[in-house]
């Protein structure tokens, strides 16, 4: 199956829907090198796509009206684009995005409808994501970025899966995806004083309000990478967070007093954070129970964590890979 120009992440055998736009998790991209610009202007669609937003807001206020299930919509952002450099003699990454005001029915008019057929007899996926470059399509078809969390228990060296909620709005709801996520929303993640956004903040959000890490416990986190969900069209950003002082045991026993958003996960697996037990989950699931970029976010956090053990030397990502050909072999893939 080909979604889109852009190549997509292979894991285990199994090609993903998620393209890897920056980062092999060999080395983190540094907070003060990604640069975060928010222009207060909303997006604008066209007028034929304008009106299906407007028929499902209508739809929504009629649910709500009825006293019916409905989505609720919140102040998003938009990606206007990502750009990718370097700093001049390290050579490290610098990553430049730039966000616009959405909301959520501005999200659900695209990723509802990418295989509605317009006027013009052409999908909003054939048109804007596989006719042309999916990473430079319009802005407003962009009207989701979600920070995503691959964490880790130092204490007992374990690496925490978490499956989304059949409750959960979407087309990943009950799939397997990272330990946390969190999609940017204006309300939470807009400094009130006019700083800049940070994905790191919002990364410790979601390790918050999903899994119940307080600020005061030890977190190391860093960001590994940016991808782009090729089935679904959302932006994504790659955190590897290690909580050196808490193990499973200690988590599962917060999380029975309560979570702030205990609703979006109906479970979890706790999984040796070695790559050949981390892989070995990974392949032993069906391909369909994945969110399409759940596996690329683990994968870069177990090659960070072996060019870790490494004392920095890159080549820790050959271990890794030696690791996946092990349970590729084990399993006949």
């Known amino acids: 199956m080909e979604l889109t120009m852009r190549d997509r992440f292979t894991v285990v055998g199994r090609a993903t829907g998620c393209h ?164 940017l929303a204006r309300e939470h993640d807009l400094p009130k004083d006019g700083s800049p956004i940070s994905l790191h903040a919002v990364a410790r959000r979601a390790l918050y309000e999903e899994l119940g890490v307080h600020s005061a416990d030890k977190l190391r986190l860093e960001l590994l990478g940016f991808g782009l969900d090729l089935v679904n069209h959302q932006w994504a950003g790659f955190f590897r967070a290690v909580l050196s002082d808490l193990d499973e045991s200690t988590l599962r026993l917060r999380w029975t007093r309560g979570v702030t958003d205990k609703w979006e996960h109906d479970r979890f697996e706790f999984v040796d954070a070695d790559p050949e037990s981390v892989l070995g989950f990974i392949a032993d699931k069906p391909e369909e129970s994945w969110t399409p970029c759940a596996p690329a976010l683990f994968y870069l956090a177990l090659v960070r964590g072996a060019v870790e053990r490494g004392n920095g030397d890159p080549s820790g990502q050959f271990d890794v890979e030696q690791a996946q050909q092990r349970v590729m072999s084990t399993r006949g893939l």
């Open 20 to 183: 890897l736009v920056e980062g092999d998790g060999t080395r983190p991209i540094h907070e003060e090198n990604v640069r975060v610009r928010y222009t207060a202007e909303r997006v604008e669609f066209p007028e034929e796509i304008g009106a299906w937003r407007r028929s499902i807001e209508a739809e929504e206020e009629r649910r709500e009206a009825s006293g019916l299930p409905h989505r609720w919509n919140n102040e998003r952002f938009a990606v206007d684009r990502v750009v990718v450099t370097r700093t001049h003699l390290a050579e490290e990454p610098v990553v430049s995005l730039s966000l616009r005001d959405a909301d959520y029915f501005d999200f659900l008019t695209t990723s509802l409808n990418l295989e509605r057929q317009q006027e013009n007899g052409l999908t909003l996926r054939k048109q804007y994501l596989e006719d042309k470059d999916p990473v430079e399509a319009p802005s407003w078809m962009n009207c989701s970025f979600g920070v995503n969390v691959a964490l880790e228990t130092g204490k007992d060296g374990k690496m925490l899966f978490s499956r989304r909620s059949a409750q959960v709005a979407g087309p990943n709801s009950a799939r397997w995806n990272s330990s946390a996520n969190e999609g």
